[in-house]
């Protein structure tokens, strides 16, 4: 899992309640991402940000939201907002986010989020 | 338009027979080529990338083909085994600003029979 760590491994939500997933990496890379994985389907960016307390909107944003308040965090927030939030989701850092750079993603081990 | 289409969805080999799995993209832009593993329960692994300028790669018994003028690509395992059994991804990236969006295909769950 290459110095990602994501927590917890599983999680479940009530009904109206907020959630947050942990993502952590020791990689001193600048970008960090979410993504969203459902049965049968590819990733899909929820989030991202390329430096610490600036992060960008994905394919996916709403009823998310994020924080990159330290280099090595990136904690993602599942609202009541969000409606049918059961998926698994990904943590994924690069080095960075430019053109030039070296940005292969590493992934998390994901948590995977459930519904009461 | 940024979609990666896979097929095929689901593939079942026996040990020691070739895997493919095809991709195909529509924008130009993309300008780089991971493949990715990932086993139930785990998070994606980069497991071979290829440059758009490149016609193949191989790193083991893993071989990326890519036809640039067809805007499609392949994933070729060699001998596989049944360790190889894993839904396989491929992707695309593509610069957005100053930023570098990766674009994933839908997955291929390959099964390899022992």
């Known amino acids: 899992d290459g110095g990602i760590t994501q927590s917890p491994k599983y999680l479940f939500r009530k009904e109206g309640q907020n959630v947050t997933l942990s993502c952590e990496q020791n990689l001193n890379h600048d970008a960090m991402y979410w993504y969203r994985q459902d049965p049968g389907q590819g990733l899909r960016l929820i989030y991202y940000?390329?430096?610490?307390?600036?992060?960008q909107k994905g394919d996916i944003a709403e009823g998310y939201s994020v924080s990159r308040e330290k280099k090595e965090s990136f904690p993602l927030t599942v609202t009541s907002a969000q409606k049918n939030p059961t998926a698994f989701y990904l943590c994924a850092s690069s080095i960075g986010t430019g053109v030039l750079a070296k940005n292969i993603q590493y992934f998390g081990a994901g948590t995977r989020l459930s519904v009461l | 338009q940024q979609q990666v289409k896979q097929s095929p969805q689901s593939l079942i080999v026996q040990k020691g027979g070739i895997s493919i799995i095809n991709c195909a993209y529509e924008n130009t832009a993309f300008d780089y080529f991971p493949w990715y593993q990932q086993f139930p329960g785990k998070g994606p692994a980069l497991l071979i990338a290829i440059r758009p300028d490149v016609s193949e790669k191989k790193e083991g018994r893993f071989t990326i083909s890519f036809n640039k003028s067809a805007k499609q690509f392949s994933l070729h395992i060699m001998d596989s085994q049944p360790g190889d059994s894993a839904t396989y991804f491929c992707?695309?990236?593509?610069?957005?600003?100053?930023?570098?969006?990766?674009?994933f295909g839908s997955g291929t769950q390959l099964t390899v029979l022992p």
């Open positions: 940000s390329q430096i610490v307390n600036d992060f």
């Open positions: 992707a695309a990236y593509i610069s957005s600003g100053s930023a570098r969006q990766l674009t």
